[in-house]
């Protein structure tokens, strides 16, 4: 598997602000995706970053609000954008390298509140 | 619309005994199977993947897959109070992202 890190672990922000997340990986990696789990629900898919290129956002998340990322094989940025206490949430972002088929594997989060 | 259907819970055994957890999947072209395990407060944590039809087995935890009926099972035998956790069913087609279950709640007791 891969060594995964976010920054931040987690953050307090004020309505109507934008907070950027960042995810590192210790080596390249094929795909990485940005998921948001909100209390007490599962993981919805937000994007696929895709290296060099826009992200592909899935139904009910737009770049406008969720701008992500990715300059190379290694890292990606998600950003909240314009925040609302709605988007208080976990984010977690993943990856999937070559090294280890098609598991996928998660980072430790950022868990975001928004007053 | 792609669905992963999963018990919610909690499902609550006693410490030694074996938990079933069930998943049911809507999409047919599905070919990778996945638990996960979430600790409160954690992320998800990679615990059995599965491809082909049958069993697989890994310490206490076994896979079960079955395409034809669009089932995926995990057993945990000898379950321990650590086992106490939220366990999450996740399918994909190769190179696409997760779809995940909600999730069922492991309870444990010793």
């Known amino acids: 598997s891969a060594v995964i890190s976010q920054k931040p672990s987690r953050d307090i922000c004020q309505r109507g602000t934008s907070l950027t997340i960042q995810c590192q990986v210790d080596?390249?990696?094929?795909?990485m995706f940005w998921y948001r789990q909100q209390p007490g629900q599962s993981l919805t898919l937000i994007a696929t970053a895709n290296q060099g290129s826009e992200a592909t956002y899935e139904s009910g998340f737009v770049i406008d609000k969720f701008p992500i990322s990715r300059p190379n094989l290694t890292f990606s940025t998600l950003t909240v954008s314009n925040m609302s206490p709605e988007d208080s949430s976990i984010y977690l972002c993943s990856v999937v390298g070559d090294s280890f088929g098609n598991e996928q594997f998660f980072g430790p989060g950022t868990r975001l509140t928004v007053l | 619309q792609k669905e992963v259907e999963q018990n919610s819970g909690p499902l609550s055994v006693p410490e030694g005994a074996i938990a079933s957890l069930n998943c049911t999947y809507s999409d047919r072209g599905s070919q990778s199977f996945f638990w996960y395990r979430q600790y409160s407060g954690k992320s998800p944590e990679l615990i059995m993947s599965?491809?082909?039809?049958g069993d697989k087995e890994d310490g206490r935890f076994t896979a079960q897959l079955n395409k034809a009926s669009q089932y995926v099972s995990l057993l945990i035998r000898d379950s321990q109070p650590s086992d106490s956790a939220t366990y999450l069913c996740a399918v994909n087609q190769a190179g696409t992202a997760l779809i995940f279950g909600k999730g069922t709640t492991l309870s444990v007791s010793s």
């Open positions: 599965i491809y082909s039809n």
């Open positions: 080596s390249q990696v094929t795909m």
